[in-house]
């Protein structure tokens, strides 16, 4: 697939951000694919480490960000403290169409997945299909492409500078 180019967006994408965002993609790429399940915020708790066991992308985000604003909570729904889709958009510094994309099926956000660079398969996103590794690819996709909008942003702003 051809890779486009980064186009003129609002989105607050940070360093900070693009770092995580690889740090979870490294993390995923570790653990065993018995671990992960994509269609399942947590999908098996331990009561005793009180922690998830199985978990998609944005479950294992208290693990690797013990420090973050993502929480596990076996009380709330889907086992994650708070609103994490709005974490999850603030933490990483993603709009709500690129969460969406990465963590929750790219079959209804073609757009991003083309500006982004992300397959966009309705064959398995959102179906629990999606591999650790598949998962773990795009998110770092979505980091390079972030990264490529704030060093263009950057450059424009020495250009100004001058």
């Given at each position: ?64 960000f013990p420090k973050g604003p993502l929480r596990w909570n076996p009380t709330s ?8 889709f709005s974490q999850a958009m603030s933490f990483f510094g993603l709009d709500k ?66």
């Open positions: 697939m051809p890779r486009l180019k980064p186009k003129s967006d609002p989105v607050p994408y940070t360093r900070a951000g693009v770092a995580r965002l690889r740090k979870l993609a490294a993390f995923l790429r570790q653990i065993p694919n018995e671990m992960f399940r994509y269609a399942s915020l947590i999908e098996v708790w331990d009561p005793i480490a009180k922690c998830g066991t199985v978990c998609c992308a944005l479950g294992w985000c208290p693990r690797v729904y889907g086992g994650i403290a708070g609103n994490y169409n690129e969460v969406s994309a990465l963590f929750y099926g790219s079959w209804d956000r073609p757009e991003v997945c083309e500006r982004v660079g992300l397959p966009h398969d309705t064959s398995t996103s959102f179906t629990g299909e999606s591999t650790r590794k598949e998962v773990a690819d795009n998110i770092e996709q979505m980091a390079r492409y972030a990264e490529r909008v704030l060093n263009r942003r950057n450059r424009k702003k020495k250009a100004r500078a001058r």
